[in-house]
């Protein structure tokens, strides 16, 4: 979240001499903090996003009533947007024609990243969502659900919906390892002891 703490002196922000226009492609968190870097170095920043709000997966990532920190690192984001006023296009795709015709002197791609879906029958069905969709409830959850997955996304997934939608009767997790990945031990042992519960 802050790149800068405890090297201050490192990443200091200098205005620059020649000041550019940046365009940068992604209006996620990495997107937003790079315009507001370079705008406040001096530079002409716009930032182009192809949904219709900026904040790319931070939503999702603070949708666990456990994660209000990172719902409000989002805010603070955004605060900061109209704080050092970097140009802002929704639903607007960076394409080589676009680039061409704007003709910025910079271009910073922060598209952010994809979920893996796993190549299965049926991944294209109506009811089968990602977790992003899950966790900001963007398309209806059924009574019986099954997650496919073993880190911190899965695990989040499930302690989520299931407070949040009365309607669930189940949840299966199914694992490609016999443990789960990527969690530290405690937030591990929160995480297993609230799945129980």
């Avoid at 080589?96 to 922060?110: H, Q």
């Avoid at 989040?156 to 949040?164: D, N, S, Y």
């Avoid at 443990?179 to 129980?196: C, H, I, S």
Wanted: charged share 25%; hydrophobic share 40%; proline share 5%.
């Amino acid at each position: 979240v802050n790149a800068t703490c405890g090297r201050e002196g490192t990443f200091k922000i200098v205005p620059t001499e020649k000041p550019k226009t940046v365009l940068i492609a992604g209006g996620g968190i990495a997107g937003m903090e790079a315009a507001r870097i370079a705008t406040l170095r001096g530079h002409k920043a716009i930032v182009c996003e192809t949904s219709d709000k900026l904040g790319g997966h931070l939503f999702a990532a603070g949708a666990p009533e456990f994660k209000q920190d990172v719902i409000d690192f989002a805010n603070w984001a955004f605060t900061q947007a109209k704080k050092v006023g970097y140009e802002v296009r929704l639903n607007t795709e960076v394409t080589p024609e676009f680039i061409t015709e704007g003709k910025p002197d910079a271009l910073i791609v922060a598209v952010g990243s994809e979920y893996i879906i796993p190549d299965v029958p049926g991944k294209d069905l109506a009811h089968v969502l990602n977790a992003n969709e899950a966790l900001t409830d963007s398309k209806p959850i059924g009574e019986h659900v099954v997650i496919s997955g073993t880190g911190q996304t899965a695990l989040e997934t499930a302690l989520t919906i299931v407070k949040k939608h009365a309607n669930i009767k189940d949840i299966t997790i199914l694992r490609k390892y016999d443990e789960f990945v990527g969690l530290p031990p405690f937030e591990m042992k929160f995480a297993m002891e609230a799945l129980e519960e």
